[in-house]
């Protein structure tokens, strides 16, 4: 399983943008698929998550209402909608997935992921 996460970029406060995750493999039956971003000089925090189907999707506090986690099966790809960015936003954000079993719950902690893309940059600043 390989995950390239792209679309990062330099925007201003308030702006949106949109990271696509490609990946490649079959991941996306009984998986759940989350984007974390770790800002300089600190830890990789959890950002949203998704499950397998699509039907349950969880966010940090932090994102919730301005970030929306999204997948296209068809395509193999994650999305993370950002909006009303912050300059707290700024970080190199990460797409992940967790091997499942059997479907589960949504996790934060990054050590429950095993699969991670690397990351891509974004800034908001004026």
């Known amino acids: 399983v390989q995950l390239q996460a792209s679309g990062g970029g330099f925007v201003q406060p308030g702006g949106s943008l949109r990271l696509p995750c490609a990946a490649f493999g079959d991941i996306f039956s009984s998986y759940n698929l989350a984007w974390f971003r770790q800002a300089p000089g600190q830890e990789r925090e959890f950002v949203a998550a998704?499950?397998?189907?699509?039907?349950?999707?969880l966010y940090a506090d932090s994102v919730k209402g301005r970030f929306r986690i999204s997948k296209d099966n068809a395509k193999n790809t994650l999305y993370l909608e950002m909006s009303s960015l912050k300059t707290e936003d700024t970080a190199d954000y990460y797409c992940a997935v967790e091997v499942r079993s059997r479907p589960g719950p949504l996790q934060m902690a990054p050590s429950t992921y095993h699969y991670w893309g690397q990351g891509t940059q974004v800034t908001v600043s004026s």
């Open positions: 998704i499950n397998w189907r699509g039907g349950k999707v």
